[in-house]
């Protein structure tokens, strides 16, 4: 963080030390840094600081007369978990260093004497990572307004995509700052914006959840990595993305019967799409499938014309799962295939269009697939709303009638949001079927 920085113009430290000379010493080094520095002499004048007014972190002397550091700032951890704590404290003071730790749940905790750089550093550090704590819970905040106020949208569709495509950008610049907190959580951020996405869209090409369905699944069969499998289900959820600079004419077009300008067009969508992705760094590699998922085997593809095994793995799949998907929806030829005649279609492009081998491996699957295994699962339980109950896990993702994503596979339900999904059906007018996993007898 440096001086420039608006955000350390706001931030409020608090030093607290039964010794007036370390508190002058402290308030030395800070005196050329952009904090609002307040000082208590003991414990108890620290605690009466924080009830009159916000602090964002306490640095303290570990050894005080009444209260020492340790009790000081388990108390502030208690009553102000957000505020950030620091002790100092000298060689001897280590039980005092162990209770602060473990009680006080500390940030950092720096020896007598100190060195002023450091001091400097680390009170950027906590001051920066509170930061981006705050924008992340901001972030999720926001993420869920918005996938909320999308349920009421009913405005013109071209005016719309354009505001929630600015408020998109917003959310990925966001994540770009606080993407280290955010990382784990990236995989189901991305089917969140995919809801987003999918109201630019026609409701009959909105294949985002299709396409991560089978990806998922195909990745949970043939147990690949949870990096390659967490890649692919960014960038099935993504990976039309780059339509969104298209007319709407365009979505209602089969693929093999655009020409000149708009055959184009459809050609560069894979670049587009990536090229929006590349600034944020955990969407790197799915940013790199998306570009590469419309490649072929035989080196007739687009954009960079690569063949067989210099195509990587997850944008061979990525392309029998997005072309299995479009087939049926009449995106690519002229009519509307059925699942087999899909299936058999690819068949016949294994080794022109597809990796022959992995061609068979997903063929195999969707064809298992086709059974529906989870309504021959005795586990599972396909509900409507008025008869679900606490505790019940959800298997499949629940989707509105619009396709925006509205719960994710492994939520567990109780009582406050079942009466919320009932309560949702009525304002929209529909009836919801959820697949459920009872819970288990204790």
């Known amino acids: 963080m440096s001086e420039q920085s608006p955000m350390a113009l706001t931030m409020t430290l608090l030093l607290v030390d039964d010794e007036e000379n370390i508190l002058n010493s402290l308030r030395r080094v800070l005196r050329n840094e952009p904090y609002t520095v307040l000082t208590a002499s003991s414990g108890d004048q620290a605690l009466s600081l924080m009830e009159a007014q916000h602090i964002d972190l306490v640095i303290s002397d570990a050894r005080m007369p009444s209260m020492d550091g340790a009790t000081l700032l388990a108390k502030i951890q208690q009553r102000w978990p957000e505020c950030l704590r620091i002790l100092l404290t000298g060689y001897a003071d280590i039980s005092t260093t162990i209770r602060a730790i473990n009680d006080g749940q500390i940030y950092r905790y720096l020896s007598k004497p100190w060195d002023d750089d450091d001091l400097r550093l680390i009170i950027r550090q906590a001051l920066a990572y509170q930061f981006s704590e705050q924008e992340r819970q901001r972030l999720e905040r926001l993420t869920l307004s918005q996938n909320l106020q999308l349920q009421e949208l009913n405005a013109d569709l071209e005016n719309r995509v354009k505001a929630r495509t600015a408020e998109l950008q917003q959310v990925a610049d966001m994540l770009d700052l606080a993407y280290s907190e955010l990382r784990r959580s990236y995989a189901t951020a991305t089917e969140v914006f995919s809801s987003l996405l999918n109201q630019r869209l026609p409701p009959e090409r909105q294949t985002n959840s299709r396409v991560v369905a089978l990806v998922k699944a195909f990745a949970q069969r043939h147990q690949l990595n949870e990096a390659l499998g967490r890649d692919l ?56 499938l998306i570009r590469h998922h419309q490649e072929r085997w035989n080196g007739s593809g687009f954009p960079d014309q690569l063949k067989e095994n210099d195509i990587p793995y997850g944008a061979r799949l990525l392309r029998l799962a997005v072309d299995f998907v479009e087939l049926q929806q009449g995106m690519v030829l002229e009519r509307k295939l059925g699942h087999d005649e899909a299936l058999q279609l690819i068949q016949k492009y294994a080794g022109k269009l597809y990796d022959p081998q992995l061609c068979e491996q997903f063929v195999n699957l969707c064809t298992e697939l086709a059974l529906d295994t989870t309504l021959t699962d005795d586990t599972v339980f396909m509900l409507d709303t008025s008869h679900l109950k606490s505790g019940m896990i959800l298997v499949r993702d629940l989707h509105a009638k619009n396709g925006t994503l509205l719960l994710s596979v492994g939520k567990e339900l109780d009582a406050r949001l079942i009466e919320k999904l009932i309560n949702f059906e009525e304002a929209e007018g529909a009836k919801y079927t959820l697949y459920v996993r009872k819970p288990q007898a204790k």
């Open 233 to 288: 289900a960014m960038a099935a959820a993504l990976y039309n993305l780059g339509k969104l600079t298209w007319k709407d004419h365009l979505f209602n077009s089969p693929a093999d019967f655009l020409y000149k300008e708009e055959r184009e067009l459809y050609r560069r969508y894979p670049e587009v799409g990536e090229g929006l992705l590349m600034t944020l760094e955990p969407l790197q590699e799915a940013a790199t």
